[in-house]
């Protein structure tokens, strides 16, 4: 199946929103299912009342949306409240917390937030502090889920995050980063300059946001560099919008480039602008892309996109091709690869096999 | 058309072709099954409910025997919404009990359009009583009883307040009896439609009764909350209304809503908007004769 034809209607809906306006019935059948599954459908409902379609769609339709931006506006609220506490626990650390993803973009209000979704809130502290934001965490109440010795040892010494730490009253969960990618991963980055760069938020004070150009680079390392595709379609959603929202200022596109050369991450910058560009129609200038400080050879492109586009497609029954499943697989495996060396990570799957083996037959 | 008009075997291919919507109050459900046990429920159970056979459907479920070796071994049944499985698979034997539990999560999880308070609500004369009721406190049995002596149901779970006009919306589906409450139905109303039980779930046995012709033909209609009632069934307990305290009313629903925090605002103001609208009564009863005496002196 061509991109063209490929996950539609959503695909158009996403390029261009304003098509809301026209959708039959039975299309709008399938947007819902679509978008829901892709966790797209808040976006959808927020941007029809922003442009104003939002009388325009047919009434079995409105109720849906009606319910998706109720749903948007609480997830906002709460990432918000949930930001000030990450805040108030942090306040005594030495050096900056970021905010990082969904939280950066509701609090900063930058295009992706209308009518995102969140699930967990992740935060990048300095290295060197992150026993203590560890310690301060646990003080106001997060704490490190039921995990035993081998996780624990696994996170810390070759991840780059702790092991998730969930409030012990309000269940939410928060993922405290020291960089953007493991220890172990293929590509090495250092979190150094998007620590120096960050941004300073008003409110809540004492937390930032990571520089436009370090907010592109980290979604885009954390969709290719990942083996999770569930939320893929959403993160070069997010991209999207910050590229088209960031290119506004001419400077922008430079010094994306030299930021991703910097951070040596230019290889998942090159990915996510050819899949933005093809899946979404974003405006990335042609001499952007030749310029990406590393781009894979000639031969294996068709073949990189092909799993990806595979890997955006899996949101819904009615958007996969046919290899799907082995593409997916593919990615995973990819992921993994790219997470730890051979030696590293085959016996980790061992262990985390045999484990699994062994709760089966408890 | 209605679902009745259908025979066992013409819905019974429809439900495996996954060419079937149903009309459930303000929803319309496809659902997709290969079991002859849905079909037969749906048949007993649905006969009143129109089938919906426009091109865009609110929820699409199945119900029907997981994927993969485990099948062959012990047969077990599994809900989907949209290919996603929100429960783990259950004995075979509980695919109808799936259904409805699965149609409940369809609406709690989606529609949040309303106000979602987990309670039954019933109607006579144009005024609406709502039942909160904690799990054990015979508040389905009390809604079963109600609806086959008269009452209107509109839902015996999950009460939907219109965020437009704060009235209560109905779905009419068929109210889940528990255990003893099964027999005790079946004693005092002979002739109410009760379906096959499924026995061993994780609330016991579970059995559905059948709504009243009325309750889904009306099930558009929207009804005005007049009361709030919150049943207790006591051994040996005569049936009295006592007065219960607004403020309480309001806290217990919103704690046991499924949407109240998500509302924010709101939900606040609908649900006090629902309390100011409404009388607030504790109800205790052992009998159920005396019990309906006590509600149609109430709505008279």
């Known amino acids: ?362 | 058309m209605k679902l009745g008009d259908l025979t066992l075997s013409q819905l019974h291919h429809r439900l495996a072709d996954n060419d079937l919507a149903l009309r459930t109050g303000p929803f319309v459900t496809r659902i997709h099954s290969p079991m002859l046990q849905v079909a037969e429920s749906l048949l007993q159970l649905y006969a009143d409910f129109p089938l919906d056979e426009g091109e865009f459907r609110d929820f699409h479920v199945r119900v029907g025997p997981p994927l993969g070796l485990r099948r062959w071994l012990r047969p077990q049944i599994n809900f989907w919404y949209d290919g996603h499985s929100p429960f783990k698979p259950l004995p075979a034997n509980h695919a109808f009990a799936l259904l409805e539990w699965g149609l409940n999560w369809c609406v709690a999880g989606h529609a949040h359009h309303y106000l979602m308070l987990h309670a039954a609500v019933l109607e006579k004369n144009g005024r609406a009583v709502v039942l909160p009721g904690d799990p054990g406190a015979g508040k389905s049995t009390l809604t079963a009883a109600l609806m086959l002596s008269g009452w209107r149901l509109l839902s015996d779970e999950i009460t939907l307040v219109d965020r437009d006009d704060g009235l209560l919306v109905g779905l009419a589906r068929p109210v889940s009896l528990k255990n003893a409450s099964i027999d005790v139905i079946r004693r005092a109303f002979p002739d109410a439609v009760i379906g096959a039980p499924a026995y061993d779930t994780h609330k016991g046995t579970v059995a559905h009764v059948r709504p009243s012709a009325d309750s889904v033909a009306r099930v558009g209609e929207k009804a005005r909350p007049a009361w709030v009632v919150f049943p207790r069934w006591r051994e040996g307990c005569p049936a009295r209304l006592n007065p219960h305290s607004r403020a309480d009313a309001f806290l217990h629903t919103a704690s046991h809503a499924f949407n109240y925090s998500l509302l924010g605002g709101l939900g606040f103001e609908l649900n006090a908007a629902l309390m100011d609208a409404c009388a607030c009564h504790d109800f205790e009863y052992s009998n159920l004769d005396e019990a309906l005496q006590v509600f149609s002196e109430l709505a008279a």
């Open chain 1, 1 to 362: 199946m061509t991109l063209a034809r490929q996950c539609q209607p959503l695909l158009d809906i996403l390029r261009d929103p304003r098509g809301m306006a026209t959708l039959d019935l039975k299309s709008w059948d399938l947007l819902l299912r679509q978008a829901g599954a892709a966790g797209l459908l808040s976006r959808l409902a927020v941007l029809a009342e922003m442009l104003g379609l939002s009388n325009r769609v047919p009434d079995a339709v409105k109720p849906h949306l009606t319910a998706a931006r109720s749903v948007a506006t609480k997830q906002r609220q709460a990432v918000r409240w949930e930001a000030r506490r990450v805040a108030r626990a942090l306040a005594d650390i030495d050096g900056p917390v970021l905010l990082l993803k969904g939280a950066a973009y509701a609090i900063a209000d930058l295009p992706p937030a209308a009518g995102r979704l969140f699930g967990d809130i992740d935060i990048l502290v300095p290295r060197a502090q992150l026993d203590q934001a560890e310690a301060a965490l646990m003080l106001a109440g997060w704490h490190t889920q039921k995990q035993d010795d081998y996780d624990q040892r696994y996170y810390r010494r070759w991840m780059h995050e702790l092991p998730p730490m969930t409030h012990i009253r309000r269940g939410t969960v928060l993922d405290v980063h020291h960089n953007l990618l493991p220890e172990t991963a293929r590509i090495r980055t250092t979190a150094d300059p998007i620590l120096d760069a960050a941004q300073a938020l008003a409110d809540p004070t004492g937390l930032y946001i990571p520089a436009d150009t370090d907010l592109v680079l980290h979604s885009a390392c954390h969709l290719f560099h990942e083996g999770e595709w569930d939320h893929g379609l959403r993160d070069l959603v997010d991209l999207d919008a910050m590229l088209r929202a960031f290119a506004k200022s001419s400077a922008f596109w430079p010094a994306l480039l030299a930021r991703a050369q910097l951070l040596n991450l230019g290889r998942p910058l090159y990915y996510a602008l050819d899949c933005c560009r093809r899946w979404l129609h974003t405006p990335i200038p042609d001499d952007v892309i030749a310029a990406c400080p590393s781009r894979p050879p000639a031969w294996q492109r068709p073949l990189m996109r092909s799993l990806f586009d595979a890997g955006l497609a899996s949101v819904h029954p009615t958007c996969r091709g046919r290899f799907a499943r082995l593409a997916t697989f593919i990615l995973f495996v990819r992921g993994h690869y790219l997470r730890m060396p051979w030696h590293l990570l085959l016996p980790h799957l061992l262990h985390q096999a045999l484990r699994r083996n062994q709760e089966q037959n408890r």
